[in-house]
């Protein structure tokens, strides 16, 4: 590993796709504390979320529902361990130039995906099932929205690269 590379890269490069990444880095990092706020609520430390003053926003019931626990663990923990997750994948390796592998922004692009995917689907769930919006929610469904448009083209051209290199996985 080169150690003293990567560190240079991250810290002074100004390569596009490193730049990109950057902003997924920052997007997640918010998406890290709001989702870490929301984990206090499901996990009992705190007892009630502050709430917007309008009657379509209740995030004490969506964050309550059954719903939120179905994967075994509060669904805000899942959330927030896959921000942490991009922050690693996305500083893994540093750049291409300091040996960063088209495997991580492959994987990138996946927990990106998996935490858009969830939005959505809760998304649909708060606004057809329950009725009911959580603010801290959207605000995580824009963060995982904008990580996804922000990383997809550093995605497609690892996979160029990953299929490019290993000709034998397409023939």
């Not at 706020?37 to 019931?61: A, H």
């Not at 361990?81 to 692009?109: C, F, H, Q």
């Amino acid at each position: 590993m080169r150690t003293a590379a990567i560190r240079q890269e991250l810290l002074n490069s100004t390569d596009e796709d490193l730049q990109r990444r950057r902003k997924v880095v920052a997007l997640s990092a918010a998406g890290l504390c709001d989702f870490a706020f929301i984990s206090l609520y499901q996990s009992g430390v705190i007892k009630r979320m502050p709430e917007l003053p309008f009657k379509s926003f209740d995030s004490n019931k969506v964050n309550a529902a059954v719903d939120a626990y179905k994967m075994g663990a509060p669904d805000a923990t899942i959330s927030a361990w896959i921000y942490a997750t991009n922050m690693i994948l996305a500083t893994a390796g540093g750049t291409e130039t300091s040996g960063r592998k088209p495997v991580y922004d492959v994987l990138l692009g996946g927990t990106v995906a998996a935490n858009t995917g969830g939005a959505l689907y809760y998304l649909y769930d708060m606004v057809y099932k329950q009725k009911k919006v959580c603010p801290y929610c959207i605000a995580g469904m824009v963060i995982n929205l904008s990580s996804a448009v922000i990383i997809a083209p550093v995605v497609l051209k690892s996979l160029k690269k990953l299929f490019r290199n290993n000709k034998r996985l397409v023939h």
